[in-house]
C-alpha cells in the first residue's frame, strides 16, 4: 500500500523545518521522535488526556498555548512555531547548556518529578501559565487557583502535584509583575 505524504514546513524550536514530505495523519509526536530524533515529548495515553505529549506553541503575536501532539496529525502544524522540551533551554552556538529556565531549574530545586515522564508536558504548561501571568497579572490570593487550574490537565502517576505547584509559585513570585497583592 502507498503511503500519501504531503509537504510540511514549520519552525521548531526557533528553526525552520521542510519542507519535508510527512505521511498524511502522522501525529505530531511521531514525527518529532522519528523524523528529528526530538524524543524529549513523551507519548502517553495517545487520546488527548494525560497532556505528556504537550508543547509549546507561539502564535503569531507572540503569545504562548499548549498543543497536544498526539492527537493533533503533524500537518495541523503547518506554518506555525512550536517549542518542545529540547528547546527550553538557553544554549551557545555548540548546542551546549548555558541556562535552564526558570521553571525548569524550579521542577529540580523542588524534587517536583520522580520518574520525570510527564515533566516536559509539565514545563510546557507551566511556562504558558508564566506567559498568562506576565499578560495578565493576577492577585496573591488567587494565585494557588490559577496554578491548580492551569495544570490541571496534566497527569503525573508518581508524585502529587504538590511540588510541582509550589515550584510554580515560587516562580510566579519571583518574576516581577506577574502578582499583585
Ligand atoms: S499522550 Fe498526548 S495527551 Fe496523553
Ligand atoms: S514524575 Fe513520573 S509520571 Fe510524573
Known amino acids: 500500500m502507498k503511503i500519501e505524504k504531503q509537504p ?3 519552525t521548531i524550536n526557533g528553526e525552520k523545518v521542510g519542507p519535508v514530505d ?51 496529525g503533524a500537518h495541523f502544524f503547518e506554518g506555525k512555531s512550536i517549542v518542545t522540551i529540547e528547546g527550553q533551554a538557553e544554549r551557545d552556538a555548540n548546542g551546549q547548556l548555558k541556562a535552564l529556565t526558570p521553571i525548569q531549574q524550579a521542577f529540580i530545586e523542588h524534587f517536583s518529578f520522580q520518574c520525570g ?9 507551566a ?9 495578565n497579572p493576577i492577585k496573591r490570593a488567587d494565585l494557588e487557583t490559577a496554578i491548580e487550574a492551569a495544570l490541571n490537565d496534566h497527569i503525573c502517576r508518581c508524585t502529587g502535584y504538590v511540588r510541582y505547584y509550589e515550584a510554580v509559585r515560587e516562580v510566579a513570585l519571583a518574576t516581577p509583575g506577574c502578582v499583585i497583592d
Open 127 to 135: 511556562t504558558v501559565f508564566m506567559d498568562e501571568l506576565q499578560r
Open 22 to 72: 510527512v505521511p498524511v495523519g502522522m501525529p505530531m509526536v511521531d514525527f518529532l521522535h522519528d523524523y528529528l530524533n526530538l524524543t524529549g515529548t513523551r507519548f502517553g495515553c495517545g487520546q488527548g488526556v494525560c497532556h505528556a505529549c504537550t508543547v509549546v506553541e507561539i502564535e503569531p503575536n507572540g503569545t504562548k498555548t499548549e498543543s497536544r501532539t498526539c492527537v493533533y
Open 117 to 125: 515522564y510527564c515533566t516536559p508536558g509539565f514545563v510546557a504548561g
Open 8 to 10: 510540511l514546513t514549520l
